[in-house]
Structure formats: C-alpha cells, structure tokens
C-alpha cells in the first residue's frame, strides 16, 4: 500500500506548468500565511492508521508512506514527528518513507534525517539549467536552477549513500531541445531518471519533431553507456520499455485508486495526487470512509493497437482528463508510447 500525505498546499517556487496552480486544484493556497491547506498531525496520523489497517486486511507486509505538497520540506518538523510516530507506534507491518521535493530546501540536516530513516526521495529536476529555468520559477518568476545548485553537495551525498533516490523530469514543449543535453546533464547524478512529458500543453508536430531527434540522439549514447557498465542504466522509461519488449512481459504501471492512494490535508482521499485537481473525484474522507476506484469495464480501449503486448505506460489521471475514462487513453498519449517504443526498438533491438 503507497499513500502520498499532502502535508501542504504550500510551495517556495511557482513552477509554470503545477497543477497547484490552477484555480480549480484542492490543494492551492499559495499564500505563505495561511495555514489552511496544511495538514496537521492528528490527520497525517489517522490517514495512516486508516490505511495501515486496510493494507493489513489485504496482507500487505509494506505500508509506503509519501510526504508530497505544495513542498513537503516546508513541513519537515511534522515529517520527523510521523516518522517517529511510525517507528514507535506501528510494529505491525513496516513503514517506510518517501518523499518529492524539488530540491531547494534541501540541507545538511535534512540530508542527514533522510539516510538516518531510509527514505527514498524522488528529486524534481528538469534537466540542466537552461532547461530547468524555462518552467520551475521562484515566486520573483526567476528561474529556480540556483537554489538547486547550493545544496548539489547534499544532494550527491544522499544520491551516492542511500541509492534510493530518483530525478523526476518533466518535457514541455518550450525546453524539448533541451533533452539530449539534459539526459546527459542528469546521468552525472548517478540516480535513477524517470523523466514524462507534460501531456496537459499543447504538443505541436514541430515540437514532437524536435523530441524525437533528441531522443535518438540520446538514446545512441544510453546505448553505449548500457554496454560498457554491461546493466542497465538509469533511465527509468528505457528500461521499462526494453524489458517489456524483450520479455513480453507487462508490468502493472498505475496503481492509483486500488493500492496507491492520496489523501489531501483536510483528510480528503483521492487515487493520487494528480485526481487532486478535479473537484469531484474525491473517494471518501479518512474521517469517514472512501470506495476503491471503479475499474469494471469490458471494453479495452488498447485491443487494436499495436503495442497491447507490451505498452504499459496507461495514466488514469491523463485518462480521466481528456477521454472522461480512467481506462480509455487519448490519442496523443498512444502517439507518444508508439514514439518511445519506435526509437527504442530500432536503436536497441
Ligand atoms: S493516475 Fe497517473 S499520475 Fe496518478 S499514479 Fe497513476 S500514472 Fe501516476
Ligand atoms: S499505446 Fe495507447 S492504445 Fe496502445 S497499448 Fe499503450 S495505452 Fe493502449
């Protein structure tokens, strides 16, 4: 069982593209005075006991505990509270830590916590620089890049200590020239890539062009690297693709809804953080109770695709938004899978 706590609604940067932005989003109080959209302790800890108990019914032997926002790390003093609230209180079944954050808080101390409690951290960086400041602002609309930069030393310390860490890299479309420099960029970190596109912009053709030449670009150096450290190398999206297509073998990708789950400050719960932003797909209340998603349907929407053997990169978020089916996704996502396995199949295989 994985929940994320949205412990704030909160965040130090105003990166273009969040959907915390959006007036419509559940968890936006972007005022760094009001304390409205911060979870307190009392429901950080029932939305655990409350999931704790349903991933024991389901014998479970993990519960995965997410802090996410806004910036968790706004919150770290409630983090070490859980934390040591976990480690006292709950011996049946193991918790364990994760967190995203993106990076600027990012200090010694916490640094040090993280390892201490084996946390894993998923560290959001779009690529270099150039590329990182199209997007992720500070609330003066400047690029954020620097405030990375003064806790890189940090950073590598947990990447290379705890090897439980990953980049999150968001593509738009204003940095998709960007890609090659800043798979290379990242690779130097020495942590897992999971980099996604943002699929609410508006892709045109030149723009899906350009990412296409970038990717065979990169894709010809992941080849070299992959066989000289003779393993796989660090892209998440690679290898999951390569592994799908040389063992037929599909890998449930989303599990949101069914054993994943995101609970909003007020103790709200939603399949994941994404479902956040729409008003009415709230699941229930930890206070109360919630229902599982609805996943009975006969049709399947992937049966005539060419990739049904081996695509398992399905969105019930993305789904949701553009088709009004979690099951069902948009043309545009397809086209980008076919792109992905395409390259990956002609360069590798
Ligand atoms: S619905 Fe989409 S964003 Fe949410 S967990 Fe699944 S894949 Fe991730
Ligand atoms: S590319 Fe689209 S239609 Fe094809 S298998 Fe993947 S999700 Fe299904």
């Given at each position: 069982?994985?929940?994320?706590?949205?412990?704030?609604?909160?965040?130090?940067?105003?990166?273009?593209?969040?959907?915390?932005?959006?007036?419509?989003?559940?968890?936006?109080s972007?005022?760094?005075?009001?304390?409205?959209?911060?979870?307190?302790?009392?429901?950080?800890?029932?939305?655990?006991?409350?999931?704790?108990?349903?991933?024991?019914?389901?014998?479970?032997?993990?519960?995965?505990?997410?802090?996410?926002?806004?910036?968790?790390?706004?919150?770290?003093n409630?983090?070490?509270?859980?934390?040591?609230?976990?480690?006292?209180?709950?011996?049946?079944?193991?918790?364990?830590?994760s967190?995203?954050?993106?990076?600027?808080?990012?200090?010694?101390?916490?640094?040090?916590?993280?390892?201490?409690?084996?946390?894993?951290?998923?560290?959001?960086?779009?690529?270099?620089?150039?590329s990182?400041n199209?997007?992720?602002?500070?609330?003066?609309?400047?690029?954020?890049?620097?405030?990375?930069?003064?806790?890189?030393?940090?950073?590598?310390?947990?990447?290379?200590?705890?090897?439980?860490?990953?980049?999150?890299?968001?593509?738009?479309?204003?940095?998709?020239?960007?890609?090659?420099?800043?798979?290379?960029?990242?690779s130097?970190?020495?942590?897992?890539?999971?980099?996604?596109?943002?699929?609410?912009?508006?892709?045109?053709?030149?723009?899906?062009?350009?990412?296409?030449?970038?990717?065979?670009?990169?894709?010809k150096?992941?080849?070299?690297?992959?066989?000289?450290?003779?393993?796989?190398?660090?892209?998440?999206?690679?290898?999951?693709?390569?592994k799908?297509?040389?063992n037929?073998?599909?890998?449930?990708?989303?599990?949101?809804?069914?054993?994943?789950?995101?609970?909003?400050?007020?103790?709200?719960?939603?399949?994941c953080?994404?479902?956040?932003?729409?008003?009415?797909?709230?699941?229930?209340?930890?206070?109360?109770?919630?229902?599982?998603?609805?996943?009975?349907?006969?049709i399947?929407y992937?049966?005539?695709?060419?990739?049904?053997?081996?695509?398992?990169?399905?969105c019930?978020?993305i789904?949701?938004?553009?088709?009004?089916?979690?099951?069902k996704?948009?043309?545009?996502?397809?086209?980008?899978?076919?792109?992905?396995?395409?390259?990956?199949?002609?360069?590798?295989?």
């Amino acid at each position: 069982m994985v929940i994320d706590l949205i412990l704030t609604g909160k965040c130090n940067l105003r990166c273009k593209y969040c959907f915390e932005n959006r007036e419509n989003c559940k968890v936006n109080s972007r005022d760094e005075h009001v304390d409205s959209s911060d979870m307190n302790y009392e429901t950080a800890i029932k939305s655990i006991e409350y999931f704790k108990n349903i991933a024991i019914k389901n014998r479970e032997s993990i519960l995965q505990i997410n802090f996410f926002g806004g910036e968790p790390l706004l919150k770290f003093n409630i983090i070490k509270d859980i934390v040591n609230y976990c480690n006292k209180n709950i011996d049946d079944i193991e918790c364990v830590f994760s967190m995203t954050t993106n990076a600027t808080l990012f200090n010694e101390e916490i640094c040090d916590y993280c390892i201490e409690n084996n946390f894993t951290i998923m560290f959001s960086i779009d690529g270099n620089k150039l590329s990182h400041n199209k997007n992720r602002l500070t609330n003066n609309s400047e690029g954020s890049f620097y405030l990375i930069e003064k806790n890189l030393n940090f950073i590598t310390k947990f990447i290379n200590t705890s090897k439980k860490s990953q980049i999150k890299y968001i593509l738009n479309p204003n940095n998709i020239n960007y890609f090659y420099e800043s798979m290379i960029y990242l690779s130097k970190f020495n942590s897992p890539i999971s980099f996604d596109f943002n699929y609410e912009e508006l892709w045109k053709q030149e723009d899906i062009n350009i990412f296409q030449k970038e990717f065979e670009k990169y894709l010809k150096f992941y080849k070299e690297k992959r066989e000289i450290i003779g393993s796989e190398f660090n892209s998440i999206e690679i290898e999951r693709i390569l592994k799908s297509l040389s063992n037929y073998e599909i890998n449930k990708y989303c599990n949101a809804g069914e054993t994943m789950f995101a609970i909003n400050f007020n103790g709200d719960i939603y399949p994941c953080s994404r479902f956040i932003l729409e008003t009415n797909e709230s699941l229930g209340n930890i206070y109360k109770n919630h229902k599982t998603i609805e996943l009975q349907n006969n049709i399947n929407y992937c049966d005539e695709c060419s990739l049904k053997n081996y695509c398992n990169a399905q969105c019930k978020f993305i789904n949701k938004l553009y088709t009004g089916s979690i099951l069902k996704p948009p043309k545009f996502f397809c086209d980008i899978q076919k792109i992905l396995f395409y390259y990956i199949y002609k360069t590798f295989i």
